[in-house]
């Protein structure tokens, strides 16, 4: 009789959680047909199978870039019912937050059909400044020196005390400010525009930018932003305020866009980059079917190498911090045009946790100056760039006089886990945590699908099954 073989590679074991009752359940990653998936199943709900990754030699290298984990200050939850159960953060998580949200607000001035906190103008919860200032100091407790804290929401930048708010977070050792906005206000009020410039340096507009295109904006974001977005971003040339553009992709609607959006992003003198998020399902989110609408990293990936006209597949690698979920590549703008640098690095140096440093010599023509910014030569008459601090998915560069944060350009994949794509293994490594008011530290996945609003009343019911640790 002849043997039969499984149609498919069982390459990994991990755990993750079923799609339908958020128990954890084991799960096989498998390599088929060229593509990765995470085969699961759930006693209550059956078998799953959700595609990962559609590059099964990128997979393989996002298991290159590990590193050894930066752990916060401190702790903030213990271990007593297993990831994902005791956000956090605990003992068991392992990154520190490259960045944190504060929410200030549930409420909007957009009811976007897609919003993982599931904000509308209906919603009236605002935080006081000193629930506020508790949250920062709970990030400052955690991480010192926090590297990025982002104001958000809801949209942030109606919230009454909303100045007060920046001023607030400025007093805190935090090395890079960003205010997460849909644009609205930008927009229409150019003195509001012009009181935020005065937060400059180390502050960032985190900046929704969709699409080009009325169908997809109304898909989204329930109304046509186009002339909304221009107007905003003619405010932030003005006054030369950084700002990254921030997409969420839905696969079919707006993902033919994303070459367009990083060219546009380049001929903007406030752009320093485009991030790509592709939808979590997780919070508000109509007419989208996860079966058919989801992007994973890879395709994401692909897309950028395939549209942009600028970077190549070496040029878009993982995030050490996070390899599973983030990918970055970065470029220098100059004189009109960008030169892709991330292609050019070793990746032990980037594994090394830039140790090593980056020589910029000043006397050298474009060409070789880029590639003599890569080399490991050393000089005391040089101006350096900190490897760490220009390869990683912060914003903060130090840079030589004449090429300064206006002339870094980078584009980042950031891919949030949800109850399709969700592994253990990788949610302990998020990096991108949210603020709870009552002190704790949660990874944004998890956030969203466990410690949001009321949802933690489901979370009791998962922990009482697993009996906690005696």
Same mark, same amino acid.
């Given at each position: 009789?002849?043997?039969?073989?499984?149609?498919?590679?069982?390459?990994?074991? &991990?755990?993750?959680?079923?799609? $339908?009752?958020?128990?954890?359940?084991? @799960?096989? +990653?498998?390599? #088929?047909? =060229?593509?990765?998936?995470?085969?699961?199943?759930?006693?209550?709900?059956?078998?799953?199978?959700?595609?990962?990754?559609?590059?099964?030699?990128?997979?393989?290298?996002?298991?290159?870039?590990?590193?050894?984990?930066?752990?916060?200050?401190?702790?903030?939850?213990?271990?007593?019912?297993?990831?994902?159960?005791?956000?956090?953060?605990?003992?068991?998580?392992?990154?520190?937050?490259?960045?944190?949200?504060?929410?200030?607000?549930?409420?909007?001035?957009?009811?976007?059909?897609?919003?993982?906190?599931?904000?509308?103008?209906?919603?009236? &919860?605002?935080?006081?400044?000193? $629930?506020?200032?508790?949250?920062?100091? @709970?990030? +400052?407790?955690? #991480?010192? =020196?926090?590297?990025?804290?982002?104001?958000?929401?809801?949209?942030?930048?109606?919230?009454?005390?909303?100045?007060?708010?920046?001023?607030?977070?400025?007093?805190?050792?935090?090395?890079?400010?960003?205010?997460?906005?849909?644009?609205?206000?930008?927009?229409?009020?150019?003195?509001?525009?012009?009181?935020?410039?005065?937060?400059?340096?180390?502050?960032?507009?985190?900046?929704?930018?969709?699409?080009?295109?009325?169908?997809?904006?109304?898909?989204?974001?329930?109304?046509?932003?186009?002339?909304?977005?221009?107007?905003?971003?003619?405010?932030?040339?003005?006054?030369?305020?950084?700002?990254?553009?921030?997409?969420?992709?839905?696969?079919?609607?707006?993902?033919?866009?994303?070459?367009?959006?990083?060219?546009?992003?380049?001929?903007?003198?406030?752009?320093?980059?485009?991030?790509?998020?592709?939808?979590?399902?997780?919070?508000?989110?109509?007419?989208?079917?996860?079966?058919?609408?989801?992007?994973?990293?890879?395709?994401?990936?692909?897309?950028?190498?395939?549209?942009?006209?600028?970077?190549?597949?070496?040029?878009?690698?993982?995030?050490?911090?996070?390899?599973?979920?983030?990918?970055?590549?970065?470029?220098?703008?100059?004189?009109?045009?960008?030169?892709?640098?991330?292609?050019?690095?070793?990746?032990?140096?980037?594994?090394?946790?830039?140790?090593?440093?980056?020589?910029?010599?000043?006397?050298?023509?474009?060409?070789?100056?880029?590639?003599?910014?890569?080399?490991?030569?050393?000089?005391?008459?040089?101006?350096?760039?900190?490897?760490?601090?220009?390869?990683?998915?912060?914003?903060?560069?130090?840079?030589?006089?004449?090429?300064?944060?206006?002339?870094?350009?980078?584009?980042?994949?950031?891919?949030?886990?949800?109850?399709?794509?969700?592994?253990?293994?990788?949610?302990?490594?998020?990096?991108?945590?949210?603020?709870?008011?009552?002190?704790?530290?949660?990874?944004?996945?998890?956030?969203?699908?466990?410690?949001?609003?009321?949802?933690?009343?489901?979370?009791?019911?998962?922990?009482?099954?697993?009996?906690?640790?005696?």
């Amino acid at each position: 009789m002849p043997i039969k073989n499984r149609s498919y590679v069982f390459y990994e074991l &991990t755990n993750s959680i079923c799609s $339908q009752c958020l128990r954890k359940v084991e @799960a096989k +990653v498998i390599i #088929e047909d =060229e593509n990765v998936y995470l085969l699961k199943y759930c006693g209550h709900h059956g078998r799953e199978k959700v595609l990962i990754s559609d590059d099964v030699d990128y997979y393989k290298r996002c298991r290159e870039f590990l590193k050894p984990a930066e752990m916060p200050q401190r702790w903030n939850t213990p271990i007593r019912y297993g990831c994902p159960y005791d956000c956090g953060l605990c003992p068991d998580h392992e990154q520190h937050s490259c960045l944190t949200l504060i929410e200030v607000t549930d409420k909007c001035n957009l009811q976007c059909p897609i919003c993982y906190a599931e904000s509308s103008p209906k919603r009236e &919860t605002w935080r006081s400044l000193e $629930q506020i200032e508790a949250m920062l100091d @709970a990030v +400052v407790c955690n #991480e010192e =020196e926090p590297d990025i804290v982002q104001i958000s929401g809801g949209e942030p930048t109606i919230h009454p005390q909303f100045f007060e708010i920046l001023d607030l977070a400025k007093t805190k050792p935090i090395k890079h400010l960003m205010v997460n906005t849909n644009g609205l206000r930008i927009a229409r009020d150019r003195e509001f525009v012009r009181k935020l410039a005065a937060y400059m340096p180390g502050f960032e507009l985190y900046l929704q930018f969709d699409s080009f295109e009325e169908e997809a904006l109304r898909e989204l974001r329930g109304a046509d932003l186009r002339e909304v977005r221009q107007r905003a971003i003619e405010h932030l040339n003005e006054f030369n305020i950084s700002t990254t553009l921030v997409v969420t992709l839905k696969k079919g609607l707006n993902d033919r866009e994303v070459g367009d959006i990083i060219r546009y992003g380049l001929q903007q003198p406030s752009v320093r980059g485009v991030t790509f998020q592709p939808i979590q399902a997780a919070g508000r989110t109509e007419s989208f079917d996860p079966a058919t609408d989801r992007l994973t990293l890879s395709e994401v990936r692909r897309l950028i190498i395939e549209q942009s006209g600028l970077f190549q597949p070496e040029d878009i690698i993982p995030v050490p911090c996070h390899p599973d979920c983030l990918a970055m590549g970065y470029a220098l703008k100059l004189g009109g045009g960008a030169i892709p640098l991330t292609g050019l690095i070793d990746p032990q140096i980037l594994l090394d946790g830039g140790r090593n440093t980056i020589v910029f010599e000043q006397d050298q023509t474009l060409k070789e100056q880029v590639f003599e910014l890569f080399s490991t030569a050393h000089s005391p008459s040089s101006s350096a760039l900190s490897l760490k601090n220009l390869l990683c998915c912060l914003p903060s560069v130090a840079v030589p006089e004449h090429i300064g944060y206006d002339n870094v350009f980078r584009v980042l994949i950031m891919q949030f886990l949800d109850p399709y794509n969700f592994d253990v293994r990788s949610v302990k490594k998020s990096c991108v945590h949210i603020a709870h008011p009552d002190g704790r530290i949660i990874p944004f996945d998890t956030y969203n699908l466990f410690y949001r609003d009321g949802r933690e009343e489901i979370l009791e019911g998962l922990r009482a099954e697993t009996g906690g640790l005696r």
